[in-house]
């Protein structure tokens, strides 16, 4: 499974393509950071990085794309950027028939090194290791896109495997309430 | 100068076409609203908010688009939703070469009603009578989005004209700087 991931931003929006393998081998495939000048209008600033991502999906063909999900930050103006730099994102991959999942940094955090809130050298570190990378990737962003990426690879089963048992839950309590239903009806006649 | 209103949103997206003519003269053109089932994936509703906006950049083919700024609100996640959907259509003009304002909701209420702080009745009603329809626009969105128009056609001169003012200003304090430097060398010397 081939997975682009995606540390949304304005400033620096960090993309990064990995092939996830069987059990939890993941390969590097490429990792670069897409910026854009601040003092830029907004809809130049998405532009940017619009074409960046188009440009990656074109070429890199992933099957899926993992972009940090923002839930809110100290800076509502920065929060707000984020989220529209991830929002252009999945607007590209939805264009292209490509699936968007979303997982919020502490899933990030938890999935690469075990903690949910280690800190960005710890989440470096690991993403170097795991990849097997002769050196560090920079900056932060970079490190930040790879890190989606193998989260996604690694979360991906899981939440398959969740969301199949979900609908045999769902699929047995329909089954249940119509056994029900018709009991009832059998009494009361 | 024709404009296109933007009130954000995923679930309810206001669009409205409005041509402003000389002095405080608009004329409605166009306004409805697009929708998207919260159900649905958020890539997805981007998608089809940005088609939408799309479709109305290609058929009117307006000079400027204004979008509600959106600064913060009490829902994150509705806030993080709308600053997305405002994003997708920013891109969408920028792509096209369509200049993009801002406004924030209390330069609009302002420009229409006299009063930053007017409730949505009001915003409705003022809109109603600025523009001479028969009857209120429905829903609140869609007479937000004739708002916003209308606040650009009324802004946008005088945005204008402070933008000149102000680069006359910057021009003045250069020439002064420049004298001011030169006085000093032949003191100095």
Redesign the interface.
Known sequence: MRVMGVDPGLTRCGLSIVDGGSGRKVTPVAVDVVRTPPEW????R??VV?DGAEAWLDKYRPEVVAVER???QHN??T??AT??????I??A???RGI??A?HTPSQVKAAVTGNGTADKAQVTAMVTRILGLAVAPKPADAADALALAICHCWRAPMLDRMAKAEELAAQARRRYAERLAQQRKAVSR
């Open positions: 209008e907004l809809a130049q998405l532009l619009a923002v839930f809110s509502v103006r929060a707000m989220a529209q730099a991830g929002g252009v999945a607007l991959a939805a264009r699936p968007v979303f």
